[in-house]
């Protein structure tokens, strides 16, 4: 009795298993990595995407701010370095470039923006070298083109992006000139 009493746990915990890759959707479940196709970018820190089921979406970095651009009908002003900061993410996020997503724990923010971590190539293993070279929000404050923004529960990167905005300040990068 006991024997099949493990045996129908283990199917369960199987099917559940099995259950939960088939909602992963375009997620590369070997790596939680999502990968996606730039098609525009609206910002600094704000880009469009398009998954592999189609499905565009707009995508909020995580954990930086850069400066605003002139949003004149949400009675928005430009910003000192907002013109800078966008044309370094139109130049390194330029349309069709494959991008991976990768999301903390809030997924979405009040606007309806996926709110994720933007990888310009999938890190082999997680270390702070592979989110320096890596990650666009890392480069972003290691450039100087953003400012630490931790909003919580989404600091899975914050300690490092605090260091990498220190880095750029002692280095008089962008914003910090």
Request: hydrophobic letters at 40%; glycine letters at 6%.
């Amino acid at each position: 009795m006991k024997r099949v009493q493990v045996k129908v746990i283990w199917v369960i915990f199987l099917l559940f298993a099995l259950f939960l890759q088939g909602c992963a959707g375009d997620v590369d479940a070997a790596t939680n990595f999502i990968p996606a196709k730039v098609v525009k970018v609206s910002d600094g820190d704000t880009v469009k995407v398009k998954l592999s089921s189609g499905k565009e979406i707009r995508v909020r970095m995580i954990g930086v701010n850069t400066p605003e651009l002139s949003h004149p009908e949400l009675g928005i002003k430009e910003q000192p370095y907002g013109k800078e900061a966008f044309k370094y993410t139109k130049k390194v996020l330029y349309p069709g470039r494959i991008v991976f997503l990768e999301y903390d724990v809030q997924k979405q923010d009040k606007y309806g923006r996926d709110l994720a971590y933007v990888w310009l190539k999938k890190p082999v293993k997680i270390t702070e070298e592979e989110v320096r070279v890596k990650m666009f929000n890392a480069q972003l404050l290691l450039e100087g083109y953003a400012q630490v923004m931790t909003v919580p529960p989404n600091v899975k990167y914050s300690k490092l992006f605090v260091k990498f905005q220190k880095e750029a300040r002692e280095n008089s990068r962008g914003l910090w000139k």
